[in-house]
């Protein structure tokens, strides 16, 4: 366990000693106080990992403590003791937080678990308090708070409610399904998110897959089939890679959008369909157009809404949220405690172009939960290719826009970037960011809500 900072109060000088010895002995640093006054004074002062406190005591006793750090909103664990135990003031320390109980005398041993146990739980209870607030300052099914999916997620919100065909453009691995099954999900239609990728199946067999045949339309056809269009009809069908699609089924796809029918291959009656068209490529639509992978009038009818989904290194903020998510995630499946990114592969991850997107990251954070074994993913554990970019193009090498040199526009910028850089070494806990930064943690708030971090 990593070294913590915790706080003894008691009013035996001799009980202290003893406690401060023994918990040094584990690797932590030990702080004292005769009282709870002293107590709180220091806390007001430092970041404390745990408090370890007697009952009885002059001045301000454990209870009135426990009170104290309530009423200022402190969260610090806190474990009582105490050789005048009853249940009358054991449920009263519970109540105000305490979050273990020992009786005196007491072996050493008793105490030294009671500390183990007690900082293995608030660090998971840290970890997971930090995944939740980050996430769920996504939308959705979506991870991340950069501007540029803020600006996707309010798009999403202003397509969904419509009947409006959208065209979503993005580099492979950003998350261009995702997008569409927002985008259904927030619709209100009833009918089924039916997807198909036009590039995984082969060309004969997407006209059957689109629109379905009946039996004996062609050698094969030992039964009716239903398409994945009228499994569609009153819901969505997201149409991936469209591009890729045949320009003859290009044209039947069009007719079935100007006429809103369907035909069964080998079938002479029409089927009418209710359908919402989300339809994507990795390509720019318009080049395809010109190169004669996409029908124009098609792109027409499909571009009513233009989706552009950001590209991972475009997503300033995010990479740290999506980190931590996908190494919780593989971790839990593995049956393993998350193991924490390191600065330098934090720093690797920043510098590095991500081709793939954000699939490459979730794929490598899996490679990482699979092979680390010391609790703390360091840069080591990268594929190479990380290290040789973050060596080629350092980050934050852009040059300074035109403009843009006034003084404090500059410094605050710079500081921004050392306060993020803080929060993500320290997994967002301020008072250990605010040491790292060399500030109050007070000066980190107002920080973080002058800049509206």
């Given at each position: 366990?990593?070294?913590?900072?915790?706080?003894?109060?008691?009013?035996?000088?001799?009980?202290?000693?003893?406690?401060?010895?023994?918990?040094?002995?584990?690797?932590?640093?030990?702080?004292?106080?005769?009282?709870?006054?002293?107590?709180?004074?220091i806390?007001?002062?430092?970041?404390?990992?745990?408090?370890?406190?007697?009952?009885?005591?002059?001045?301000?006793?454990?209870?009135?403590?426990?009170?104290?750090?309530?009423?200022?909103?402190?969260?610090?664990?806190?474990?009582v003791?105490?050789?005048?135990?009853?249940i009358?003031?054991?449920?009263?320390?519970?109540?105000?937080?305490?979050?273990?109980?020992?009786?005196?005398?007491?072996?050493?041993?008793?105490?030294?678990?009671?500390?183990?146990?007690?900082?293995?739980?608030?660090?998971?209870?840290?970890e997971?308090?930090?995944?939740?607030?980050?996430?769920s300052?996504?939308?959705g099914?979506?991870?991340?708070?950069?501007?540029?999916?803020?600006?996707?997620?309010?798009?999403?919100?202003?397509?969904?409610?419509?009947?409006?065909?959208?065209?979503?453009?993005?580099?492979?691995?950003?998350?261009?399904?995702?997008?569409?099954?927002a985008?259904?999900?927030?619709?209100?239609?009833q009918?089924?998110?039916?997807?198909?990728?036009?590039?995984?199946?082969?060309?004969?067999l997407?006209?059957?897959?689109?629109?379905?045949?009946?039996?004996?339309?062609?050698?094969?056809?030992?039964?009716?089939?239903?398409?994945?269009?009228?499994?569609?009809?009153?819901?969505?069908?997201?149409l991936?890679?469209?591009?890729?699609?045949?320009?003859?089924l290009?044209?039947?796809?069009?007719?079935?959008?100007?006429?809103?029918r369907?035909?069964?291959?080998g079938?002479?009656?029409?089927?009418?369909?209710?359908?919402?068209?989300?339809?994507?490529?990795?390509?720019?639509?318009?080049e395809?157009?010109?190169?004669?992978?996409?029908?124009?009038?098609?792109?027409?009818?499909?571009?009513?809404?233009?989706?552009?989904?950001?590209?991972?290194?475009?997503?300033?903020?995010?990479?740290?949220?999506?980190?931590?998510?996908?190494?919780?995630?593989?971790?839990?499946e593995?049956?393993?405690?998350?193991?924490?990114?390191?600065?330098?592969?934090?720093?690797?991850l920043?510098a590095?172009?991500?081709?793939?997107?954000?699939?490459?990251?979730?794929?490598?954070?899996?490679?990482a939960?699979?092979?680390?074994?010391?609790?703390?993913v360091?840069?080591?554990?990268?594929?190479?290719?990380?290290?040789?970019?973050?060596?080629?193009?350092?980050?934050?090498?852009?040059?300074?826009?035109?403009?843009?040199?006034?003084?404090?526009?500059?410094?605050?910028?710079?500081?921004?970037?050392?306060?993020?850089?803080?929060?993500?070494?320290?997994?967002?806990?301020?008072?250990?960011?605010?040491?790292?930064l060399?500030?109050?943690?007070?000066?980190?708030?107002y920080?973080?809500?002058?800049?509206?971090?």
């Amino acid at each position: 366990m990593n070294a913590r900072r915790i706080l003894v109060v008691d009013n035996e000088a001799k009980m202290r000693r003893i406690l401060e010895l023994s918990l040094k002995s584990l690797g932590h640093d030990v702080l004292e106080a005769g009282d709870g006054m002293e107590a709180l004074a220091i806390i007001e002062q430092q970041s404390i990992d745990l408090v370890l406190t007697d009952l009885r005591m002059p001045r301000m006793d454990g209870i009135a403590l426990l009170e104290a750090l309530r009423e200022r909103s402190q969260d610090v664990p806190v474990i009582v003791m105490t050789a005048y135990a009853t249940i009358e003031t054991a449920v009263a320390a519970m109540k105000l937080g305490a979050i273990d109980y020992i009786i005196r005398p007491f072996e050493m041993e008793t105490v030294e678990m009671a500390v183990t146990r007690a900082l293995a739980m608030q660090a998971v209870q840290r970890e997971n308090y930090y995944l939740r607030e980050e996430i769920s300052r996504g939308w959705g099914e979506f991870i991340g708070v950069s501007p540029a999916m803020q600006a996707l997620y309010e798009l999403i919100r202003q397509v969904a409610p419509t009947r409006s065909n959208a065209f979503i453009v993005g580099e492979t691995g950003t998350g261009k399904e995702l997008v569409a099954r927002a985008i259904h999900q927030a619709s209100g239609r009833q009918g089924l998110f039916v997807p198909i990728n036009c590039a995984a199946i082969p060309t004969e067999l997407l006209e059957t897959e689109l629109f379905g045949h009946v039996k004996g339309a062609f050698t094969g056809a030992l039964r009716d089939r239903v398409g994945k269009c009228e499994l569609a009809s009153g819901g969505t069908i997201f149409l991936d890679e469209i591009t890729e699609m045949p320009s003859s089924l290009q044209a039947k796809l069009l007719r079935v959008l100007q006429e809103g029918r369907i035909e069964r291959l080998g079938a002479n009656a029409a089927i009418p369909v209710d359908l919402r068209v989300v339809a994507a490529t990795n390509r720019e639509p318009l080049e395809a157009v010109e190169a004669g992978l996409l029908r124009r009038d098609l792109y027409f009818r499909l571009n009513v809404v233009r989706i552009d989904v950001p590209r991972l290194r475009d997503r300033q903020g995010d990479m740290t949220i999506l980190a931590n998510h996908f190494l919780n995630k593989y971790s839990l499946e593995l049956g393993r405690a998350t193991p924490r990114l390191s600065a330098r592969a934090l720093e690797r991850l920043e510098a590095y172009d991500w081709p793939g997107n954000v699939r490459e990251l979730e794929n490598l954070m899996e490679r990482a939960a699979v092979l680390c074994r010391d609790g703390e993913v360091g840069a080591t554990l990268l594929p190479a290719e990380l290290s040789r970019e973050a060596t080629a193009s350092p980050p934050h090498a852009a040059p300074v826009p035109e403009g843009s040199l006034a003084l404090k526009d500059r410094v605050e910028s710079l500081e921004r970037q050392l306060i993020e850089a803080a929060l993500a070494r320290s997994d967002n806990n301020k008072a250990a960011a605010a040491r790292l930064l060399g500030v109050s943690e007070r000066t980190l708030w107002y920080k973080l809500k002058t800049y509206q971090m």
